[in-house]
């Protein structure tokens, strides 16, 4: 499996300090167990698990034994009171996380997930999201089979669904080999679909998803064949988003390819990119020189659009009061802009892609 995860810059034989990969990552929140709200439970039972989660003494083996056999009942109102209580389990207690996955609940709770009914599959999504935070649990689910379930919840689910098979499906894909899995298994497509039309939660986190999936070269060309640009440019052009720093650092990941490059500027992407050089934030500013670099490099066609957008005066700025790895890139690329722009060899030569890396 080929993955690109570097940490430098190198252009014609210099090599740029890089936004390395803690300070990118630091771009997105964690998704941690979900923020959905509390489901609404009258039970008494319910009320004794909520007295349980609250209590230091209290010992809930019992208790998540009874659950996970509750999960399998012929009764979908038990499956669901079950699943929602053991997602209140893993929420609030971490260490509930191990011993629910040990009593075996991973595989009932996948079966969940490929309900109809949207609302059991909810339940089943978000208490799977739970158990996933724990680091343990995550080789188990995915090998128990929750990959193409949750992929499957990520396209037809309800909102929340959405956005907790999103999270889900992040915290499987820190186990490196199953990125593949998942971007083969379609995932790709509907995490575009919600970084479009989803809510400020559902973007945020299908912008994470797509960060730490699109470090695989096959998962990068399902991006941009799924249209990803738009709303990355759409995004990084609205700074009342609050997404313009995860949009940049998932376009970062991408820019290497050369479909990726024509993308951005098919998609109006070298005048938000200036703009961001212009008035964005330094670490806003840094990214966008460092994907402007990268369309530059090879192409005096691209070179001569970024001149056109006024890319030079910002850029001058940038290179006397950035970070010093603003400050390089900056003038790296003054350098390139203030070449003649005739047609030569460089104007079809491949991007170097894989010396690119943030």
């Known amino acids: 499996m080929e993955t690109e995860v570097q940490s430098n810059f190198t252009y014609m034989g210099r090599t740029f300090t890089g936004l390395g990969i803690n300070e990118s990552s630091s771009a997105f929140s964690d998704c941690n167990s979900d923020r959905s709200g509390e489901f609404p439970t009258t039970s008494s039972q319910s009320r004794r698990l909520l007295i349980a989660c609250a209590s230091d003494n209290y010992n809930s083996d ?7 056999s509750d999960l399998e009942s012929n009764s979908m109102d038990v499956q669901k009171q079950a699943a929602m209580e053991i997602r209140l389990l893993a929420k609030n207690k971490p260490e509930n996380r191990l011993k629910i996955a040990r009593a075996g609940a991973i595989k009932p709770l996948i079966s969940l997930i490929s309900s109809t009914d949207l609302q059991l599959q909810e339940y089943g999504v978000t208490a799977v999201l739970n158990l996933s935070l724990c680091d343990e649990n995550k ?3 995915a090998e128990s089979g929750a990959i193409k379930p949750l992929v499957r919840a990520l396209k037809i689910g309800n909102s929340t669904a959405k956005e907790n098979s999103a999270c889900a499906l992040l915290r499987l894909s820190q186990i490196e080999e199953n990125k593949i899995a998942i971007g083969r298994s379609g995932a790709i497509p509907p995490l575009v679909n919600l970084l479009e039309a989803g809510n400020f939660r559902g973007k ?21 064949e799924a249209g990803v640009m738009k709303p990355l440019v759409e995004l990084m052009a ?24 024509a993308a951005v500027v098919e998609e109006g992407g070298i005048p938000v990119l200036v703009e961001i050089v ?3 934030s330094q670490r806003q500013k840094e990214i966008a020189a460092a994907i402007l670099l990268q369309l530059c490099e090879d192409s ?10 006024g890319a030079i005066p910002p850029l001058v700025a940038l290179s006397q009061s ?10 790296t690329l003054i350098g390139l802009l203030r070449q003649p722009r005739s047609g030569n060899a460089a104007a079809t030569t491949p991007a170097r892609g894989s010396d690119v890396s943030f």
């Open 322 to 331: 950035g970070t010093n790895g603003a400050k390089q890139k900056a003038e």
């Open 139 to 141: 080789e188990l689910i």
């Open 62 to 68: 019992e208790l998540i034994q009874q659950l996970v």
């Open 278 to 280: 212009e008035v964005g």
């Open 238 to 261: 609205d700074f009342s988003s609050n997404m313009v720093d995860k949009s940049a650092f998932v376009m970062s990941v991408l820019i290497s390819m050369v479909e990726a490059r």
């Open 300 to 309: 005096v066609s691209y070179r001569t659009m970024v001149a056109r957008e």
């Open 204 to 224: 945020k986190d299908a912008s994470t998803a797509l960060f730490c999936l699109c470090t695989v070269k096959e998962n990068k060309i399902r991006a941009v």
